[in-house]
């Protein structure tokens, strides 16, 4: 059974970092893409960026370029997303979720699959 | 990279069919063949609908259809059940190879 699970989220105040993780577990985790997704209070979802399968290749929206940066390790079967410079509509929660092509090495593809986390929440405050 | 724009509400009575736009740009949902739609419950994960425009993963039901004119892709669903209750959002591939999220619809069924 593929599972994912989230976790690093918490209360961090304006300009402050944070590290989420997301341990995978059920399917061969080096042979798939990767991505994260968040959803702030009451609103509609946001892509936030996408990791292919060896790390080399990661895409980011606008609004987090420069300040976050998707990574994972493999060995470990975890995918991360180191948040810096944090501002408050950073809130959310954040979704990891399998990208369900294996193998796959077009960005074209790289929709958020079948399977995501439940989520972790970040509250961006003073 | 603009978000996609749904209608915020559309509903429906048990038995009718829905259809939930998302309108984009030549530069996303016009450009490719490139739009996966996702159904919410309060408080739970998206599911996985609809990819690639007309595509249902397995297990979805054949309820759920996919098209695409134009700069405009749509999410139709037949003959309404009370669980279809959720809010739906499409997402497209981007000419940046990035992906952008539409502003996701509420449907109430009725």
């Known amino acids: 059974e593929v599972q994912l699970l989230e976790s690093g989220g918490g209360l961090v105040q304006p300009g402050g970092s944070l590290r989420l993780s997301c341990a995978a577990s059920?399917?061969?985790?080096?042979?798939?893409?990767m991505s994260w997704v968040r959803q702030a209070p009451g609103k509609g979802l946001e892509w936030v960026s996408v990791?292919?399968?060896?790390?080399?290749?990661?895409y980011y929206a606008d609004s987090v370029k420069g300040r976050f940066t998707i990574s994972r390790d493999n060995s470990k079967n975890t995918l991360f997303l180191q948040m810096n410079s944090l501002r408050a509509e950073d809130t959310a929660v954040y979704y990891c979720?399998?990208?369900?092509?294996?193998?796959?090495?077009?960005?074209?593809?790289?929709?958020?699959?079948?399977?995501w986390g439940q989520g972790t929440l970040v509250t961006v405050s003073s | 990279q603009s978000a996609l724009t749904q209608p915020a509400s559309v509903s429906g009575s048990p038995g009718q069919s829905i259809t939930i736009s998302c309108t984009g740009t030549?530069?996303?949902?016009?450009?490719?063949?490139?739009v996966s739609w996702y159904q919410q419950h309060p408080g739970k994960a998206p599911k996985l609908m609809i990819y690639?425009?007309?595509n249902r993963p397995s297990g979805v039901s054949d309820r759920f259809s996919g098209s695409k004119s134009g700069n405009t892709a749509s999410l139709t669903i037949s003959r309404l059940q009370p669980e279809d209750d959720a809010d739906y959002h499409c997402?497209?591939?981007?000419?940046?190879?990035?992906?952008?999220f539409g502003g996701g619809t509420k449907l109430t069924v009725l």
């Open positions: 979720a399998k990208i369900d092509r294996e193998h796959y090495y077009d960005s074209s593809g790289y929709y958020p699959g079948q399977y």
């Open positions: 059920g399917f061969t985790f080096s042979n798939y893409a």
């Open positions: 990791i292919s399968i060896s790390g080399y290749t990661t």
């Open positions: 030549s530069s996303d949902v016009g450009g490719y063949k490139y």
């Open positions: 690639d425009v007309t």
């Open positions: 997402i497209s591939y981007t000419s940046s190879s990035t992906w952008v």
